[in-house]
């Protein structure tokens, strides 16, 4: 009398704990960044011991803006605000290529993703720092080949 219903409810249970489990493993996300800016300074190829290098270099992106309630275009003052964007490059071949040939002042557009993360400071302060971590370079030349 009781079991017919008891194996319904174990089946539907069942059924639901296995949608579960197949709409997490099947579930996507994106993680994407693309920048178009300048280099801040010369890259730095850096290794910790028993990892693999990686090149570092800043990048700045610009935003700009007019302020003021005029309907023309010209009217208002200009703002600008800059960010600043901390890139590492570990792709072996990238790495390597990013090290030789971007440049201070040199115009490029990144893609990559964001990464989030914890380091020590030289006092033993526990800091945190956000990375782009670039799978594609074009340097300026090819920026605008492709405009």
Excluded: C
């Excluded at 079991?3 to 709409?23: D, G, K, N, T, Y």
């Excluded at 010209?74 to 071949?93: A, C, E, L, N, Y």
């Excluded at 390597?96 to 964001?114: C, S, T």
């Amino acid at each position: 009398m009781f079991r017919r219903p008891l194996l319904q409810v174990l089946h539907q249970f069942v059924r639901h704990e296995s949608e579960i489990a197949s709409s997490l493993v099947l579930e996507r996300s994106l993680n994407r960044v693309q920048l178009l800016g300048r280099v801040g300074q010369d890259p730095v190829m850096r290794q910790v011991e028993g990892k693999n290098p990686v090149t570092i270099f800043s990048l700045a992106t610009n935003e700009m803006w007019r302020s003021g309630d005029s309907e023309e275009y010209q009217m208002g003052d200009v703002s600008q605000k800059t960010t600043w964007h901390r890139i590492s490059v570990f792709r072996p071949g990238l790495r390597d290529v990013a090290y030789q040939y971007v440049k201070k002042g040199a115009r490029i557009y990144v893609e990559g993703k964001v990464d989030y993360g914890e380091y020590m400071d030289k006092n033993n302060v526990r800091r945190q720092a956000t990375t782009i971590i670039a799978d594609n370079i074009f340097l300026s030349d090819q920026i605008k080949e492709k405009a």
